[in-house]
């Protein structure tokens, strides 16, 4: 069966903690808290993924200022990597926030490299490092996909002009 990507909403908030906590480990959750005022604030441009009708992963984008979008979280369950589930969640924020932002940001372990390889295919660039970003004191990559960059991931990922 296809992979579906449906909108995040409040409804399934614990959908979506359930993921989080699946998927991260302990010290990089977020609270409750934070989740759902990340679930009621930025819905528009967050999507959780389903196949078979289980609920395998999901993605948090913000709008953290006029024109930057800004992917929170983005997380798949371990036996379902690999088969373009991260790719179709990050390609649903893209193409949603295409027209509304002009950039988009993130921040990555320096040591994920399978992230950081989703994130380059589809054109984010490392802009700068940060030392010390996580609470185990690894350093993280900003990245930032901009300019021609997104115009060339709005075509990788086929978002609707
Ligand atoms: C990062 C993550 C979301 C990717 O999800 P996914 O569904 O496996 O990603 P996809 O299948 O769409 O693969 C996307 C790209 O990632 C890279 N990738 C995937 N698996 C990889 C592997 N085992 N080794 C190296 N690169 C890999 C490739 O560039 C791939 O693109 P390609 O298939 O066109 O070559 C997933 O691995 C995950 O949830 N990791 C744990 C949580 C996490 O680290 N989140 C990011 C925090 S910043």
Redesign the pocket.
């Known amino acids: 069966m296809a992979i579906e990507v449906k909108r995040c909403s409040m409804d399934i908030i614990n959908i979506v903690e359930d993921l989080e906590r699946r ?2 480990r302990p010290s990089e959750i977020y609270t409750r808290g934070f989740l759902e005022w990340l679930c009621e604030n930025c819905s528009q441009s967050s999507y959780v993924a389903v196949k078979d009708g289980v609920y395998v ?1 999901y993605i948090i984008t913000c709008i953290d200022r006029p024109g930057q979008g800004h992917v929170v979280s ?3 369950l371990p036996g ?8 179709m969640l990050m390609c649903s924020s893209i193409c949603r926030l295409r027209g509304i932002v002009e950039s988009i940001v ?1 921040e ?2 320096v040591s ?4 950081i ?2 994130y380059s ?1 589809l054109g984010f660039r490392i802009h700068h490092r940060i030392p010390g970003y996580y609470s185990d004191g690894e350093d993280a990559y900003f990245m930032v996909l901009n300019n021609g960059y997104l115009n060339q991931a709005y075509s990788t990922c086929q978002c609707n002009p």
């Open positions: 998927i991260f992963g983005v997380g798949v379902y990597r690999g088969m373009g589930i991260g790719t993130l990555v372990r994920n490299e399978v992230a390889n989703l295919k």
